[in-house]
Protein backbone atom coordinates (compact mmCIF):
# COMPACT_ATOMS: atom_id res chain seq x y z
CA UNK A 1 0.00 0.00 0.00
CA UNK A 2 1.31 3.20 -0.97
CA UNK A 3 0.61 6.32 1.79
CA UNK A 4 1.24 9.80 1.96
CA UNK A 5 1.36 10.82 5.57
CA UNK A 6 0.81 14.54 5.42
CA UNK A 7 2.04 16.17 8.58
CA UNK A 8 0.17 19.27 9.98
CA UNK A 9 1.94 21.62 12.54
CA UNK A 10 0.67 20.74 15.94
CA UNK A 11 2.05 19.38 19.24
CA UNK A 12 0.95 16.25 17.98
CA UNK A 13 3.34 16.05 15.00
CA UNK A 14 5.88 14.10 17.10
CA UNK A 15 3.37 11.20 17.19
CA UNK A 16 3.41 11.35 13.40
CA UNK A 17 6.48 9.56 13.21
CA UNK A 18 5.43 6.87 14.98
CA UNK A 19 2.71 6.66 12.63
CA UNK A 20 4.93 6.25 10.26
CA UNK A 21 6.96 3.33 11.93
CA UNK A 22 3.57 1.92 12.62
CA UNK A 23 2.41 2.34 8.97
CA UNK A 24 5.71 0.39 7.39
CA UNK A 25 5.66 -2.22 10.15
CA UNK A 26 2.23 -3.12 8.41
CA UNK A 27 3.82 -3.17 5.52
CA UNK A 28 3.11 0.41 3.34
CA UNK A 29 5.48 2.81 1.39
CA UNK A 30 5.46 5.91 3.51
CA UNK A 31 5.83 9.68 1.52
CA UNK A 32 5.65 12.54 4.16
CA UNK A 33 4.59 15.89 3.52
CA UNK A 34 5.10 18.50 6.08
CA UNK A 35 3.60 21.91 6.25
CA UNK A 36 5.54 24.82 7.24
CA UNK A 37 4.25 24.72 10.87
CA UNK A 38 4.80 20.98 11.19
CA UNK A 39 9.00 21.85 10.67
CA UNK A 40 8.40 23.45 13.92
CA UNK A 41 7.90 20.76 16.06
CA UNK A 42 9.65 18.02 14.26
CA UNK A 43 12.73 17.78 11.76
CA UNK A 44 12.44 16.52 8.39
CA UNK A 45 15.09 14.38 8.97
CA UNK A 46 13.23 12.38 11.74
CA UNK A 47 11.08 10.65 8.88
CA UNK A 48 13.10 10.88 6.60
CA UNK A 49 15.44 8.07 8.16
CA UNK A 50 12.25 6.44 9.42
CA UNK A 51 10.72 6.04 5.82
CA UNK A 52 13.66 5.88 3.68
CA UNK A 53 11.75 8.23 1.28
CA UNK A 54 12.75 12.15 1.02
CA UNK A 55 10.50 14.14 2.79
CA UNK A 56 8.30 17.07 1.03
CA UNK A 57 8.23 20.32 2.79
CA UNK A 58 7.46 22.89 0.00
CA UNK A 59 6.20 23.17 -3.64
CA UNK A 60 9.60 25.15 -4.44
CA UNK A 61 11.95 23.34 -3.21
CA UNK A 62 15.04 24.81 -5.22
CA UNK A 63 15.74 27.72 -7.75
CA UNK A 64 17.09 26.18 -10.93
CA UNK A 65 14.97 26.26 -13.93
CA UNK A 66 14.77 22.69 -14.69
CA UNK A 67 14.20 21.47 -10.54
CA UNK A 68 11.44 24.24 -10.57
CA UNK A 69 9.75 22.57 -13.78
CA UNK A 70 9.72 19.19 -11.84
CA UNK A 71 8.74 20.83 -8.58
CA UNK A 72 5.66 22.61 -9.99
CA UNK A 73 4.02 19.41 -10.99
CA UNK A 74 5.23 17.21 -8.36
CA UNK A 75 2.28 17.36 -6.09
CA UNK A 76 0.33 15.98 -9.44
CA UNK A 77 2.94 12.85 -9.17
CA UNK A 78 2.71 12.41 -5.48
CA UNK A 79 -1.45 12.47 -6.06
CA UNK A 80 -0.76 9.70 -8.72
CA UNK A 81 1.36 7.53 -7.00
CA UNK A 82 -0.78 7.07 -3.57
CA UNK A 83 -3.89 5.63 -2.54
CA UNK A 84 -4.11 6.89 0.34
CA UNK A 85 -3.76 10.25 2.08
CA UNK A 86 -3.31 10.75 5.78
CA UNK A 87 -2.88 13.74 7.57
CA UNK A 88 -2.47 13.62 11.41
CA UNK A 89 -2.14 15.75 13.01
CA UNK A 90 -4.69 17.36 10.72
CA UNK A 91 -5.39 21.11 12.50
CA UNK A 92 -8.17 23.29 12.38
CA UNK A 93 -6.03 25.44 9.67
CA UNK A 94 -5.61 22.38 7.16
CA UNK A 95 -9.25 21.48 7.78
CA UNK A 96 -10.40 24.60 7.42
CA UNK A 97 -8.25 24.63 3.94
CA UNK A 98 -9.60 21.51 2.51
CA UNK A 99 -13.02 22.32 2.60
CA UNK A 100 -12.50 25.41 1.28
CA UNK A 101 -10.16 24.46 -1.48
CA UNK A 102 -7.19 26.71 -0.45
CA UNK A 103 -4.28 25.46 -1.66
CA UNK A 104 -1.23 27.53 -0.76
CA UNK A 105 1.23 24.66 0.01
CA UNK A 106 2.62 21.32 -0.80
CA UNK A 107 0.08 19.99 1.47
CA UNK A 108 -3.09 21.59 0.21
CA UNK A 109 -2.43 21.51 -3.34
CA UNK A 110 -1.78 17.21 -2.97
CA UNK A 111 -5.20 17.73 -1.36
CA UNK A 112 -7.19 19.03 -4.56
CA UNK A 113 -5.27 16.65 -6.91
CA UNK A 114 -5.38 13.79 -4.83
CA UNK A 115 -8.09 11.26 -5.97
CA UNK A 116 -7.81 8.47 -3.69
CA UNK A 117 -9.00 7.62 -0.12
CA UNK A 118 -8.27 11.04 2.24
CA UNK A 119 -8.13 9.83 6.33
CA UNK A 120 -8.11 13.10 8.37
CA UNK A 121 -7.26 12.49 11.85
CA UNK A 122 -7.97 15.89 13.95
CA UNK A 123 -6.03 17.19 16.80
CA UNK A 124 -6.29 20.15 18.74
CA UNK A 125 -7.43 21.84 21.72
CA UNK A 126 -11.10 21.15 22.80
CA UNK A 127 -12.29 24.68 22.49
CA UNK A 128 -10.94 24.81 18.98
CA UNK A 129 -12.46 21.35 18.46
CA UNK A 130 -15.91 22.20 19.15
CA UNK A 131 -15.78 25.29 17.49
CA UNK A 132 -18.65 25.90 14.86
CA UNK A 133 -16.34 26.71 12.13
CA UNK A 134 -14.68 23.59 13.19
CA UNK A 135 -17.42 21.32 12.88
CA UNK A 136 -19.03 22.67 10.10
CA UNK A 137 -15.61 21.98 8.30
CA UNK A 138 -15.47 18.32 9.34
CA UNK A 139 -19.32 17.56 8.62
CA UNK A 140 -18.46 19.24 4.71
CA UNK A 141 -15.26 17.18 4.56
CA UNK A 142 -16.93 13.85 5.96
CA UNK A 143 -19.77 14.74 3.40
CA UNK A 144 -17.19 15.01 0.71
CA UNK A 145 -16.43 10.98 1.72
CA UNK A 146 -13.16 11.92 3.72
CA UNK A 147 -12.82 9.93 6.38
CA UNK A 148 -12.25 11.47 10.41
CA UNK A 149 -10.85 9.97 12.68
CA UNK A 150 -12.09 11.89 16.06
CA UNK A 151 -9.70 12.97 18.40
CA UNK A 152 -9.93 11.01 21.69
CA UNK A 153 -10.67 12.70 25.01
CA UNK A 154 -8.02 13.13 27.79
CA UNK A 155 -5.33 15.64 29.00
CA UNK A 156 -4.43 17.85 26.33
CA UNK A 157 -0.61 19.35 25.79
CA UNK A 158 -2.67 22.73 26.73
CA UNK A 159 -3.18 21.67 30.39
CA UNK A 160 -6.89 20.88 29.77
CA UNK A 161 -8.78 18.05 29.71
CA UNK A 162 -11.54 16.77 26.75
CA UNK A 163 -11.53 15.95 23.18
CA UNK A 164 -9.14 16.69 20.77
CA UNK A 165 -6.15 14.25 21.64
CA UNK A 166 -4.43 12.43 18.28
CA UNK A 167 -5.45 8.47 18.88
CA UNK A 168 -2.73 6.19 19.48
CA UNK A 169 -0.88 6.16 16.17
CA UNK A 170 -1.01 2.07 16.10
CA UNK A 171 -4.78 2.56 16.27
CA UNK A 172 -4.33 5.15 13.15
CA UNK A 173 -2.30 2.93 11.09
CA UNK A 174 -4.88 0.33 11.98
CA UNK A 175 -7.50 2.46 10.57
CA UNK A 176 -5.52 3.43 7.35
CA UNK A 177 -4.61 -0.16 6.38
CA UNK A 178 -8.79 -1.34 7.23
CA UNK A 179 -10.33 1.79 5.20
CA UNK A 180 -8.00 1.27 2.61
CA UNK A 181 -7.22 -2.54 2.27
CA UNK A 182 -8.34 -3.90 -1.39
CA UNK A 183 -9.69 -7.28 -0.05
CA UNK A 184 -13.03 -7.23 1.00
CA UNK A 185 -12.81 -11.25 0.73
CA UNK A 186 -14.63 -11.76 4.36
CA UNK A 187 -17.41 -9.41 4.14
CA UNK A 188 -19.79 -12.34 5.14
CA UNK A 189 -17.74 -14.09 7.72
CA UNK A 190 -17.78 -13.41 11.81
CA UNK A 191 -14.48 -13.90 12.91
CA UNK A 192 -14.35 -14.30 16.68
CA UNK A 193 -10.64 -14.37 18.02
CA UNK A 194 -9.21 -14.36 21.54
CA UNK A 195 -5.86 -13.23 22.60
CA UNK A 196 -3.28 -12.12 24.90
CA UNK A 197 -2.85 -13.82 28.55
CA UNK A 198 -5.21 -14.26 31.38
CA UNK A 199 -4.63 -13.32 34.88
CA UNK A 200 -5.14 -15.64 37.78
CA UNK A 201 -5.94 -13.54 41.03
CA UNK A 202 -3.76 -14.62 43.90
CA UNK A 203 -4.93 -11.30 46.15
CA UNK A 204 -5.78 -8.37 45.10
CA UNK A 205 -2.58 -7.25 43.69
CA UNK A 206 -1.07 -10.15 42.69
CA UNK A 207 -1.72 -12.82 40.10
CA UNK A 208 -0.46 -15.60 37.39
CA UNK A 209 0.18 -14.88 33.82
CA UNK A 210 2.09 -15.63 31.15
CA UNK A 211 4.39 -13.63 29.04
CA UNK A 212 2.11 -13.54 25.81
CA UNK A 213 1.57 -9.97 24.05
CA UNK A 214 -1.34 -10.63 22.30
CA UNK A 215 0.31 -9.19 19.40
CA UNK A 216 -0.75 -12.06 17.12
CA UNK A 217 -4.65 -12.32 17.76
CA UNK A 218 -4.97 -9.06 17.67
CA UNK A 219 -3.11 -8.78 13.94
CA UNK A 220 -5.68 -11.56 13.57
CA UNK A 221 -8.42 -9.48 14.16
CA UNK A 222 -7.25 -6.65 12.55
CA UNK A 223 -6.88 -8.57 9.41
CA UNK A 224 -10.13 -9.87 9.65
CA UNK A 225 -11.85 -6.26 10.04
CA UNK A 226 -9.80 -5.08 7.00
CA UNK A 227 -10.88 -8.27 4.73
CA UNK A 228 -14.40 -7.22 5.12
CA UNK A 229 -15.30 -9.78 8.00
CA UNK A 230 -17.20 -8.41 11.59
CA UNK A 231 -14.38 -9.30 14.11
CA UNK A 232 -14.93 -10.00 17.52
CA UNK A 233 -11.67 -9.95 19.85
CA UNK A 234 -11.99 -11.58 23.36
CA UNK A 235 -8.62 -10.48 25.23
CA UNK A 236 -6.81 -11.02 28.44
CA UNK A 237 -5.02 -7.70 29.60
CA UNK A 238 -2.59 -6.38 27.49
CA UNK A 239 -0.90 -3.02 26.65
CA UNK A 240 -2.20 -3.22 23.05
CA UNK A 241 -4.80 -0.22 21.99
CA UNK A 242 -8.00 -1.56 20.56
CA UNK A 243 -7.61 -2.62 17.04
CA UNK A 244 -9.20 0.00 14.46
CA UNK A 245 -13.55 -1.65 13.72
CA UNK A 246 -12.69 -4.61 16.23
CA UNK A 247 -15.48 -5.43 18.45
CA UNK A 248 -13.92 -5.54 22.12
CA UNK A 249 -14.23 -7.39 24.83
CA UNK A 250 -11.62 -7.17 27.62
CA UNK A 251 -11.41 -9.62 29.89
CA UNK A 252 -9.01 -10.80 32.41
CA UNK A 253 -8.73 -14.39 33.93
CA UNK A 254 -10.07 -18.01 32.28
CA UNK A 255 -13.22 -18.08 33.55
CA UNK A 256 -14.37 -14.51 32.43
CA UNK A 257 -12.75 -15.09 28.54
CA UNK A 258 -14.65 -18.48 28.86
CA UNK A 259 -18.08 -16.77 29.35
CA UNK A 260 -17.05 -13.83 26.46
CA UNK A 261 -16.38 -16.32 24.29
CA UNK A 262 -19.49 -18.83 24.84
CA UNK A 263 -21.54 -15.87 24.72
CA UNK A 264 -20.32 -15.10 21.27
CA UNK A 265 -19.82 -18.50 20.16
CA UNK A 266 -23.54 -18.57 18.02
CA UNK A 267 -22.63 -15.47 16.29
CA UNK A 268 -19.47 -16.62 14.66
CA UNK A 269 -18.78 -18.82 11.39
CA UNK A 270 -14.91 -18.90 12.44
CA UNK A 271 -13.49 -19.08 16.06
CA UNK A 272 -9.33 -18.20 16.33
CA UNK A 273 -7.88 -19.14 20.05
CA UNK A 274 -4.46 -17.50 20.20
CA UNK A 275 -5.18 -16.17 23.57
CA UNK A 276 -2.75 -17.93 25.91
CA UNK A 277 -5.35 -19.17 28.48
CA UNK A 278 -3.45 -19.98 32.41
CA UNK A 279 -3.66 -23.70 32.49
CA UNK A 280 -4.81 -23.44 36.47
CA UNK A 281 -6.65 -20.90 39.10
CA UNK A 282 -5.97 -20.02 42.69
CA UNK A 283 -8.73 -21.88 44.58
CA UNK A 284 -7.63 -20.45 47.70
CA UNK A 285 -7.59 -16.96 46.41
CA UNK A 286 -7.33 -13.70 49.33
CA UNK A 287 -9.70 -11.28 49.43
CA UNK A 288 -6.97 -9.43 51.05
CA UNK A 289 -3.67 -8.73 49.85
CA UNK A 290 -1.49 -11.29 51.36
CA UNK A 291 1.08 -9.92 54.18
CA UNK A 292 4.46 -11.72 54.02
CA UNK A 293 5.72 -13.96 57.11
CA UNK A 294 8.64 -16.41 57.64
CA UNK A 295 6.17 -19.78 57.00
CA UNK A 296 6.16 -21.50 54.11
CA UNK A 297 3.28 -20.32 52.04
CA UNK A 298 1.14 -22.88 49.38
CA UNK A 299 -1.36 -22.08 46.36
CA UNK A 300 -3.86 -24.61 45.81
CA UNK A 301 -4.54 -24.48 41.90
CA UNK A 302 -7.38 -25.82 40.21
CA UNK A 303 -7.48 -26.51 36.45
CA UNK A 304 -9.60 -23.63 34.20
CA UNK A 305 -12.38 -24.41 31.73
CA UNK A 306 -10.30 -25.70 28.41
CA UNK A 307 -12.05 -22.98 26.37
CA UNK A 308 -11.29 -24.43 23.20
CA UNK A 309 -12.25 -28.28 24.07
CA UNK A 310 -15.70 -26.75 25.07
CA UNK A 311 -15.55 -24.84 21.89
CA UNK A 312 -14.81 -27.85 19.86
CA UNK A 313 -17.45 -29.96 21.58
CA UNK A 314 -20.21 -27.13 20.06
CA UNK A 315 -18.52 -25.76 16.93
CA UNK A 316 -22.04 -27.13 14.58
CA UNK A 317 -20.15 -26.28 11.30
CA UNK A 318 -18.31 -23.44 12.25
CA UNK A 319 -14.45 -23.51 11.45
CA UNK A 320 -12.47 -23.42 14.99
CA UNK A 321 -8.51 -22.83 14.81
CA UNK A 322 -6.35 -23.65 17.90
CA UNK A 323 -2.80 -22.59 19.06
CA UNK A 324 0.19 -24.37 20.21
CA UNK A 325 2.97 -22.90 21.61
CA UNK A 326 5.35 -25.51 22.41
CA UNK A 327 8.70 -25.92 23.57
CA UNK A 328 9.81 -29.45 21.68
CA UNK A 329 7.53 -31.60 19.92
CA UNK A 330 5.44 -28.74 17.73
CA UNK A 331 4.11 -31.38 15.24
CA UNK A 332 3.13 -34.24 17.48
CA UNK A 333 1.73 -31.67 19.89
CA UNK A 334 -0.47 -29.68 17.28
CA UNK A 335 -1.71 -33.15 15.59
CA UNK A 336 -2.72 -34.19 19.70
CA UNK A 337 -4.39 -30.93 20.21
CA UNK A 338 -6.17 -30.88 17.00
CA UNK A 339 -7.78 -34.48 17.65
CA UNK A 340 -8.47 -33.80 21.21
CA UNK A 341 -9.95 -30.57 21.18
CA UNK A 342 -11.74 -31.11 18.06
CA UNK A 343 -10.19 -28.51 15.67
CA UNK A 344 -9.92 -27.86 12.27
CA UNK A 345 -6.43 -26.71 12.05
CA UNK A 346 -3.70 -25.85 15.07
CA UNK A 347 -1.49 -23.08 14.75
CA UNK A 348 1.76 -24.33 15.93
CA UNK A 349 4.54 -22.43 17.37
CA UNK A 350 8.34 -22.66 18.93
CA UNK A 351 7.63 -20.14 21.61
CA UNK A 352 11.88 -20.95 22.87
CA UNK A 353 13.02 -19.57 19.89
CA UNK A 354 14.80 -15.64 20.05
CA UNK A 355 13.19 -12.75 18.22
CA UNK A 356 9.88 -14.69 17.19
CA UNK A 357 6.81 -15.73 19.07
CA UNK A 358 5.42 -14.21 23.16
CA UNK A 359 6.54 -10.69 23.10
CA UNK A 360 8.03 -9.91 19.43
CA UNK A 361 6.27 -8.74 16.26
CA UNK A 362 7.63 -11.68 14.09
CA UNK A 363 6.62 -15.46 14.23
CA UNK A 364 7.23 -18.84 12.52
CA UNK A 365 4.53 -21.15 12.58
CA UNK A 366 3.30 -24.81 10.93
CA UNK A 367 -0.27 -25.01 10.22
CA UNK A 368 -1.46 -28.53 10.68
CA UNK A 369 -4.65 -29.35 9.32
CA UNK A 370 -7.71 -32.08 9.68
CA UNK A 371 -7.52 -32.59 6.16
CA UNK A 372 -3.56 -34.40 7.06
CA UNK A 373 -2.26 -31.27 5.33
CA UNK A 374 1.07 -29.52 6.92
CA UNK A 375 1.82 -25.88 5.86
CA UNK A 376 5.31 -24.88 7.68
CA UNK A 377 5.10 -20.64 6.83
CA UNK A 378 8.50 -18.87 6.68
CA UNK A 379 9.13 -16.60 9.71
CA UNK A 380 7.71 -12.99 8.70
CA UNK A 381 5.24 -10.04 10.81
CA UNK A 382 2.15 -10.75 13.28
CA UNK A 383 0.43 -9.27 10.48
CA UNK A 384 1.07 -11.29 7.62
CA UNK A 385 1.43 -14.34 9.46
CA UNK A 386 -2.29 -13.59 10.57
CA UNK A 387 -3.37 -12.86 6.15
CA UNK A 388 -1.79 -16.23 5.48
CA UNK A 389 -3.67 -17.96 8.67
CA UNK A 390 -7.03 -16.36 7.29
CA UNK A 391 -6.30 -17.09 3.52
CA UNK A 392 -5.32 -21.15 4.69
CA UNK A 393 -8.48 -20.70 6.69
CA UNK A 394 -10.70 -19.79 4.12
CA UNK A 395 -9.00 -22.53 1.52
CA UNK A 396 -9.42 -25.44 4.39
CA UNK A 397 -13.42 -24.68 4.56
CA UNK A 398 -13.86 -24.90 1.09
CA UNK A 399 -12.02 -28.44 1.17
CA UNK A 400 -14.15 -29.73 4.05
CA UNK A 401 -17.23 -28.66 2.62
CA UNK A 402 -16.00 -30.08 -0.65
CA UNK A 403 -15.96 -33.44 0.99
CA UNK A 404 -18.64 -33.26 3.14
N1 LIG B 1 -6.82 -23.09 25.65
C1 LIG B 1 -8.11 -22.86 26.07
N2 LIG B 1 -8.42 -22.96 27.38
C2 LIG B 1 -7.50 -23.31 28.29
C3 LIG B 1 -6.17 -23.59 27.88
C4 LIG B 1 -5.86 -23.45 26.55
O1 LIG B 1 -8.95 -22.54 25.25
N3 LIG B 1 -7.84 -23.39 29.56
C5 LIG B 1 -6.53 -23.01 24.21
C6 LIG B 1 -5.56 -21.91 23.79
O2 LIG B 1 -6.24 -20.72 23.49
C7 LIG B 1 -4.91 -22.53 22.55
C8 LIG B 1 -4.94 -24.00 22.83
O3 LIG B 1 -5.92 -24.21 23.85
O4 LIG B 1 -5.70 -22.30 21.39
C9 LIG B 1 -3.68 -24.63 23.26
O5 LIG B 1 -3.15 -23.98 24.37
P1 LIG B 1 -1.85 -24.55 25.06
O6 LIG B 1 -1.62 -23.80 26.33
O7 LIG B 1 -0.74 -24.67 24.08
O8 LIG B 1 -2.29 -26.05 25.34
P2 LIG B 1 -2.96 -26.78 26.52
O9 LIG B 1 -4.29 -27.29 26.09
O10 LIG B 1 -2.92 -25.97 27.74
O11 LIG B 1 -2.04 -28.05 26.59
P3 LIG B 1 -0.60 -28.31 27.25
O12 LIG B 1 -0.57 -27.60 28.54
O13 LIG B 1 -0.61 -29.79 27.36
O14 LIG B 1 0.43 -27.85 26.26
Same mark, same amino acid.
Given at each position: ?12 ? /? ?6 ? *? ?46 ? &? ?39 ? /? =? ?29 ? &? ?99 ? /? ?14 ? *? ?18 ? /? ?13 ? *?????? =? ?103
Amino acid at each position: MKVVLGVGGGIAA /YKAAELAR *ALMDQGARVQVVMTASARQFIQPLTFAALTGNKVITGLFSSQSPEDVL &ASSVEHIRVAQENEVLVVAPATADLMAKFTHGLADDFLTTL /Y =LAFQGKVILAPAMNTAMWEHPATRDNVERLA &ARGNFILPPEEGLLACGTTGAGRLPDPQRIADAVVTLAHPRKDLDSETILVTAGPTQEAIDPVRFISNKSSGKMGYSLAHAAAARGARAILVSGPTNLPDP /YGVEMIRVRDAREMRD *AVMGKLKDATIIIKSAAVAD /YFVLNQSTQKIKKTS *ARLSLE =LDPTPDILAEVGRNKGDRLLIGFAAETQNLLEEGRRKMNTKNCDMVVANLVNQEGIGFESDRNKVTLVMSTGEVVSLPEAAKHDIAHQILDHAMRLRLAIFSKA
